[in-house]
C-alpha cells in the first residue's frame, strides 16, 4: 500500500519504510508526527481524495534535522553600477521514515499533525523545537531597544506636560528637536539664558548641533524670553 500526500507545498508517493527528506518540519529528533493531507491511497483498492482522503493520515518518525545542497544565486548587473552579488542558500530540510499508512481513523490516532515551519509563526517553531532562529534573536533585541528608549520618551512627555517652556519658539528647533532637547534634560529658557561657551560647546557635541546653538543664537533669544 502507498499513498500520495502533501507538504510544504509539495507531493511524495510513500510507503512503509521510504526515508525522506522534506521541507522543514517543527518537531524533534525521534518524535512521531502524522501527515493528514493525504491524496491518493493505492494499492487493491485505490481511493483518490476529493481533493483529500477523508480520515486517511501517513505518520512518521522524525530522524534528524539537515540541510539540503547549498545553491548559489550569481546576479550581474551590467548597466549603471555595474554591480555583482553571489548569495548562497541551504534549504532547512526534515529527514522522516515512514512508519505507518492509515486508511482510517487517522483523526482519532492522538498523534501530533506534522507542520510546516512555514506555516507557523517563529515563536511557536521554537516552542516546539526548543531553538530561537536568527529572525527570532533580531526581533527580541529590536524589542529591547525599544523597550530601554521607552523611559527617555516618556521622561519628556512628562517634562512637557510639568509645563515646560516651549522650546519651539527658539530660532531652528522643531518638534524633533525638542524632543531631543527635553531627553537631555533641557526644558526651560532660563537654563539656555544661563549656558557658558564650555556648556554650549557640550550640548552641542553631546547631540550633534553641528554648531546650530551659535548660529541660531539661542542663547540670546532664550535671555530674551526670560525678561519677558
Excluded: C
Amino acid at each position: 500500500m502507498f499513498a500520495v500526500i502533501k507538504t510544504g507545498g509539495k507531493q511524495y508517493k510513500v510507503q512503509s519504510g521510504d526515508m525522506l527528506r522534506v521541507e522543514r518540519i517543527a518537531a524533534n529528533a525521534g518524535e512521531t508526527v502524522q501527515f493528514n493531507e493525504v491524496l491518493m491511497l493505492g494499492g487493491d483498492s485505490p481511493v483518490l481524495g476529493a481533493p483529500m482522503v477523508k480520515d486517511a493520515g501517513v505518520q512518521a518518525e522524525v530522524v534528524d534535522q539537515i540541510k539540503g545542497e547549498k545553491v548559489i544565486n550569481f546576479v550581474k548587473r551590467r548597466r549603471k553600477h555595474s554591480s555583482k552579488r553571489t548569495k548562497g542558500h541551504r534549504q532547512k530540510l526534515t529527514l522522516i521514515k515512514i512508519t505507518d499508512i492509515l486508511a482510517s481513523g487517522a483523526e482519532k490516532s492522538g498523534v501530533a499533525a506534522a507542520v510546516g515551519t512555514g506555516s507557523v509563526s517563529a515563536a511557536a517553531v521554537a516552542a516546539i523545537t526548543g531553538k530561537t532562529d536568527e529572525a527570532t534573536q533580531i526581533k527580541k533585541a529590536k524589542k529591547a531597544k525599544a523597550t530601554k528608549a521607552a523611559p527617555k520618551a516618556e521622561k519628556a512627555d512628562q517634562m512637557s506636560e510639568a509645563g515646560a517652556d516651549d522650546l519651539k519658539a527658539l530660532s531652528g528647533v522643531g518638534p524633533a528637536l525638542e524632543k531631543k532637547l527635553h531627553e537631555a534634560g533641557i526644558t526651560s529658557f532660563a537654563q539656555i539664558a544661563a549656558w557658558t561657551e564650555a556648556d554650549i560647546a557640550e550640548v552641542d557635541e553631546k547631540l550633534s548641533f553641528k554648531g546650530r546653538i551659535q548660529r541660531e543664537g539661542w542663547v540670546d533669544q532664550a535671555k530674551e524670553k526670560t525678561k519677558g
